[in-house]
């Protein structure tokens, strides 16, 4: 068998810290809940956690504006309890990825405040500062993701800073040398700390125009959407300089055994792809949030599963993510009853499956009143739908009255269902999505064709998708009816392997097989 990595064989998961597991109290997961849960995580299966942002923080963007790279906020914990959940994961082969985010601090972070204070600080070009523009007006027509011009003013210093993101998460200038030194500098604080990996975010934006061009109106653009959409990011995104700091922080982690680097790509997949980096020297798994974006039936989905596979570049291993803390659940999206099925897809696809806290028991977005609202993206533009809340809900362990979640008041609600959909009452029914994806890990990780088969016959039939898995003489079969109607359909003679249903496992079919409204299959073929 090939020499294959970790983070290759392996199912990583998604921790929003604030909601997975609180041991104080005060409503806010923390990193001692982590530790408390890690059990039920190996329980699933799972090879590594990815947790997102545990830094001091004023929390603008709950994490993403980091006001210290080295440390642990104290809502989280402690270093040291950073350092006891390095131990306790480890010892149980579990892996730990860091969040890191390096396109911008927050408006706090001691730098921030340094290159503010003059224009002639040292650290003044470790932000983008500049003039105003004609009569006075904006650099530039840059937009900020939250809604509004990407430039705030600063009357101290009378010049404009740019921020992609919140005015309280400036960007910083990844063209200057000392930037890029001092965040490897931070990555290697966390990799001497035993880290294994780092999930990088918004990886394709660290470096912009450095001619300032404005970007290009976006004629496909809707009301209806955020205001950023207004604009193509030609001159803000993906920029071709870009290429060269992923390889110098994929040497950083290179310099250290064994370690991952992952980025968060949102790019059509000839561009994503790119990110592989010249001769595989980029990110290892540049995030390929495909199946978050593609229409849910079986065509749209055999024409990514198609693409993807043929624009990988030679030696580039694939991954697949449903779900993050960005985007609306899968539950949500399609139906609880297709969520199997999705189970199934992302765990029977090739490449790396990333799975997000609760999508193994079903979780919904849950409303969230007005008056409950915590999210900026909710806050700057209400109404529109851009609020991420209800995926960030906190992680219903129990049936108890706050789940098993807190002792306190949950900083955003429980979910109405969290009575019957938990780990617990899940854990104890055999059918449930929560065994499904717990059944559906045990066989990727007992059948290695689920690891290494090539992905081949990629079909559809009707609202029917299927694929193979093979290496060799040997292949899976997999069928899934995206469907909500029962369906007639015919596979090679063999025994089925797993159904998302459960009944029939173990059973021989002869050349078709009816499958249920919304029940996928993996067949194993005879030889
Ligand atoms: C992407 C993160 O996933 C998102 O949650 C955050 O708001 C932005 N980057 C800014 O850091």
């Given at each position: 068998m090939e020499d294959v990595k970790w983070w290759q064989s392996g199912v990583i998961y998604q921790i929003y810290p604030r909601s997975f597991?609180?041991?104080?109290?005060?409503g806010i997961g923390d990193l001692p809940g982590i530790i408390r849960r890690l059990d039920c995580v190996v329980r699933l299966g799972i090879d590594a956690i990815w947790i997102s942002p545990i830094y001091p923080?004023?929390?603008?963007?709950f994490g993403y504006d980091v006001a210290d790279y080295c440390d642990i906020a104290p809502i989280f914990g402690t270093l040291a309890d950073f350092d006891r959940l390095i131990i306790e994961a480890h010892s149980r082969g579990v892996r730990v990825i860091l969040d890191f985010v390096p396109n911008h601090t927050s408006n706090q972070h001691p730098w921030f405040l340094e290159s503010q204070s003059s224009r002639d600080n040292p650290k003044r070009d470790w932000y983008i500062w500049k003039d105003a523009g004609?009569?006075?007006?904006?650099?530039?027509n840059w937009l900020s993701h939250f809604g509004g011009p990407a430039w705030e003013w600063d009357e101290t210093t009378k010049q404009y800073y740019y921020h992609s993101f919140l005015k309280e998460q400036p960007d910083l200038n990844w063209r200057n040398p000392a930037v890029k030194q001092a965040m490897y500098d931070v990555l290697r604080f966390w990799l001497d700390r035993g880290v294994d990996g780092f999930r990088v975010d918004v990886l394709w934006m660290l470096i912009k125009d450095d001619e300032f061009r404005d970007n290009p109106v976006n004629p496909g653009y809707v009301s209806s959407e955020s205001s950023y959409k207004q604009l193509l990011p030609l001159y803000t995104a993906n920029r071709p300089e870009v290429h060269e700091i992923v390889a110098e922080m994929r040497a950083v982690l290179d310099a250290y055994p064994d370690r991952v680097l992952i980025g968060e790509i949102y790019l059509p997949i000839e561009e994503l792809v790119t990110y592989y980096g010249r001769d595989l020297k980029g990110?290892?798994?540049?995030?390929?949030f495909q199946l978050i974006q593609t229409a849910w039936n079986a065509s749209s989905i055999a024409e990514i599963m198609d693409k993807y596979e043929a624009a990988l570049p030679p030696g580039a291993w694939p991954n697949w993510v449903l779900g993050n803390h960005d985007k609306a659940r899968i539950a949500s999206r399609i139906g609880v009853a297709q969520a199997r099925v999705a189970a199934m897809l992302l765990l029977t696809l090739r490449g790396t499956p990333t799975i997000y806290y609760g999508e193994e028991i079903g979780m919904k977005d849950v409303p969230i009143a007005p008056e409950q609202v915590q999210d900026p993206a909710e806050k700057n533009?209400?109404?529109?739908?851009?609020?991420r809340d209800p995926e960030r809900t906190p992680m219903p362990w129990d049936g108890s009255l706050l789940a098993g979640f807190t002792t306190g008041t949950p900083w955003l609600p429980l979910g109405p269902d969290h009575a019957s959909a938990n780990v617990a009452a899940m854990s104890k029914s055999p059918e449930s999505l929560l065994n499904l994806y717990h059944r559906l890990i045990e066989l990727r990780r007992g059948n290695p064709l689920l690891t290494y088969g090539a992905i081949e016959a990629v079909g559809v039939e009707g609202n029917v998708l299927r694929y193979e898995r093979r290496q060799g003489n040997d292949r899976l079969a997999i069928a899934l009816n995206l469907g909500h109607e029962p369906v007639q359909v015919s596979l090679p003679a063999g025994r089925v392997l797993l159904s998302t249903h459960f009944g029939g496992g173990g059973e021989d079919i002869d050349q078709s097989l009816s499958l249920s409204a919304n029940e996928g299959i993996i067949v194993q073929p005879k030889v």
């Open positions: 597991q609180d041991t104080n109290g005060d923080s004023p929390m603008a963007d004609h009569e006075g007006g904006l650099p530039n990110a290892q798994l540049p995030f390929n533009q209400p109404g529109l739908g851009l609020g």
